[in-house]
């Protein structure tokens, strides 16, 4: 697959897995994603550690994007799937910026 964009950020939305069954109900929601997003964006794959389960999507505009997003993941909850914390970096970079929920606490890491 030929990537015509260069993506800038990666957001991050990452969900609780205590269950260990998230991936399923993860692999459903990153199809919506798939035909949701249409270019403005795109998913770049997801992983699942230590009571986590983390979506990667690849995006120029992370703060709009997630503007569109949060109505879909806040649907997410309601089939299973419970939304912890969405945060974006520079693709070459570690250093996570929160966008939601507004109150979160710490420094946010994957893995």
């Known amino acids: 697959m030929s990537h015509d964009t260069e993506w800038k950020y990666q957001l991050v939305i990452q969900f609780d897995d205590e269950m260990g069954q998230a991936l399923d109900q993860l692999i459903e ?3 919506k994603l798939i035909e949701l997003l249409d270019g403005v964006a795109e998913v770049e ?3 699942v550690d230590r009571g986590t389960a983390n979506l990667f999507v690849l995006t120029n505009v992370p ?3 997630w503007e ?3 109505p879909l993941i806040e649907d997410a ?4 799937l419970e939304p912890l914390v ?3 970096s520079e693709v070459e970079d570690d ?3 929160v ?3 507004s109150d979160y606490e710490g420094e946010f890491t994957i893995g």
Do not use: I, S, V
Not at 77 to 80: A, D, I, K, L, S
């Open 29 to 31: 929601f990153e199809d």
């Open 45 to 47: 794959g997801h992983d």
């Open 63 to 65: 703060k709009k994007l």
């Open 68 to 70: 569109r997003l949060e």
């Open 77 to 80: 909850g309601q089939n299973g």
């Open 86 to 88: 969405a945060a974006y």
């Open 95 to 97: 250093d996570y910026t």
């Open 99 to 101: 966008l939601w929920p």
